[in-house]
């Protein structure tokens, strides 16, 4: 396995908060008679500290501006969800990495967040602007490898991977000296990057997929899935499928044995659930009969 730790951002990358966050901000430039901006310039206050977004509109009383903003957030903050795909990765991550979050966004939003979405769990973790100085400070990722350490887990900054969206997570990256992977779904777009991310994915799934234990299968147009243990096969049978369908294959073939037909119905569950999936059906009996089955994928 390449990585041990995921360390993501939150907003933009694992919640779209933008409608939120955007709505909070247009409450706040009424309420101090600021004039209006559009939803484009507002998403890219997304991701920076609250104080640094109330200077940057032109709010002279920070601390007030604090309170209004902060009341208006959590009038909108119930409309926050993950993004797509982003529930099956956490849950597929969990049993195989660390998680945390290191977010510039304040503790108790963080939290309200992901309780809302059910998510907290998944997270070991969190440091926010209120324990940590702000991205890209490196200060929240040694935190967090403090915390780790703590509990007999030392990590080498090469076993870490950051997730985020924006520049500043990307410059956050840098300063920690730690591989980095843009998500393209977020809030901003790729050529805005200070440095050149390790990876850049557009699909959530494609998190789980660049880590190598994930991986480490041979892409052929079949897969036995005696060489691996019963825990792994859900996972493992969608990865083979996302990586059969990028590689333009028409059909496959998932060898599971006959048995009890347990491993059959996992398969069989996550073919009727994949959307690229046309039809799957029992091998020939020449080559597996009930013993494997063939699922034919969209081209």
Not at 28 to 40: A, H, Q, R, Y
Not at 42 to 65: A, F, Q, S, W
Not at 220 to 238: A, G, Q, S, Y
Not at 250 to 275: F, M, N, P, W, Y
Request: glycine letters at 8%.
């Amino acid at each position: 396995m390449k990585y041990l730790l995921y360390i993501f951002d939150l907003d933009g990358t694992i919640i779209d908060s933008r409608g939120s966050i955007i709505s909070a901000l247009y409450d706040t430039l009424d309420f101090f008679n600021l004039p209006k901006i559009n939803s484009e310039k507002g998403k890219l206050y997304i991701g920076h500290t609250l104080e640094d977004i109330l200077r940057n509109i032109g709010v002279e009383d920070i601390e007030r501006g604090r309170q209004v903003y902060r009341e208006a957030y959590y009038r909108y903050i119930k409309g926050e969800k993950p993004f797509p795909g982003i529930n099956e990765l956490l849950k597929n991550l969990k049993s195989r990495v660390l998680l945390s979050i290191s977010t510039n966004k304040g503790s108790n939003g963080t939290r309200v967040t992901l309780e809302n979405n059910g998510i907290l769990d998944y997270f070991d973790t969190i440091e926010s602007v209120d324990t940590a100085k702000a991205k890209p400070h490196r200060e929240s990722f040694d935190k967090i490898l403090r915390f780790y350490a703590s509990q007999g887990k030392k990590l080498e900054v090469s076993d870490c991977l950051i997730v985020g969206d924006s520049p500043t997570d990307c410059e956050f990256a840098h300063n920690c000296g730690a591989d980095f992977a843009f998500v393209e779904w977020g809030f901003f777009t790729r050529d805005t990057l200070p440095f050149e991310p390790t990876y850049s994915v557009n699909r959530a799934d494609e998190l789980f997929l660049i880590n190598d234990e994930a991986v480490e299968i041979e892409i052929e147009e079949e897969i036995d899935l005696h060489n691996f243990k019963p825990k792994e096969v859900k996972i493992l049978v969608e990865a083979y499928l996302v990586e059969a369908n990028k590689r333009g294959f028409k059909s496959v073939r998932i060898i599971h044995g006959k048995g009890k037909g347990v491993q059959r119905e996992i398969v069989r569950g996550i073919l009727a659930k994949t959307d690229f999936v046309d039809n799957y059906y029992d091998a020939p009996y020449y080559i597996g009969g009930r013993g494997a089955t063939i699922a034919e994928l969209k081209t």
